[in-house]
């Protein structure tokens, strides 16, 4: 599988509609022209580490934010409800060949919206354009 961004937020995005199909999902940052209550998607500070080899992990910081109508009497219970749901249904992300666990997942409301954010850990590598080895005997490793 090519791990990609853009695979992993339609991977959440996909999760979010399972559980909430009649919730928009938007992966873009405006807010402009939405309807609420929708779910926005963004990426938060991300890091690499090195592994040996040509892998290294990505640990990619997830915001999920929850908006609902300002107005809305019951705006509080509302995000309660859905951050509980998105505990179950985010600790695993369905990905092309199996899931991708989610790690130090926390939520938190500010501003009338709700965030809820977590890391995702992926070991990926570089691809290996070195070409084969034909021989042992024909390899000279560019020692003349």
Not at 52 to 62: A, H, K, L, Q
Not at 90 to 95: G, H, Q, S, T, W
């Amino acid at each position: 599988m090519i791990f990609t961004l853009e695979k992993l937020t339609n991977s959440i995005c996909g999760a979010l509609k399972e559980v909430y199909p009649d919730i928009p999902t938007y992966s873009n940052p405006s807010k402009q022209g939405t309807d609420v209550p929708c779910f926005f998607v963004f990426f938060m500070p991300t890091d690499s580490e090195n592994r040996i080899g040509r892998r290294f992990m990505r640990n990619i910081g997830i915001d999920i934010v929850y908006l609902v109508e300002n107005s809305d009497p019951d705006i509080y219970d509302q995000m309660i409800s859905v951050a509980d749901r998105l505990d179950f249904i985010l600790e695993f992300i369905p990905c092309e060949d199996g899931k991708l666990r989610t790690y130090d997942r926390e939520w938190k409301i500010d501003e009338d919206e709700l965030h809820y954010q977590f890391t995702v850990k992926a070991v990926v590598s570089y691809p290996d354009n070195t070409p084969p080895i034909e021989s042992a005997e024909s390899y000279e490793g560019g020692i003349k």
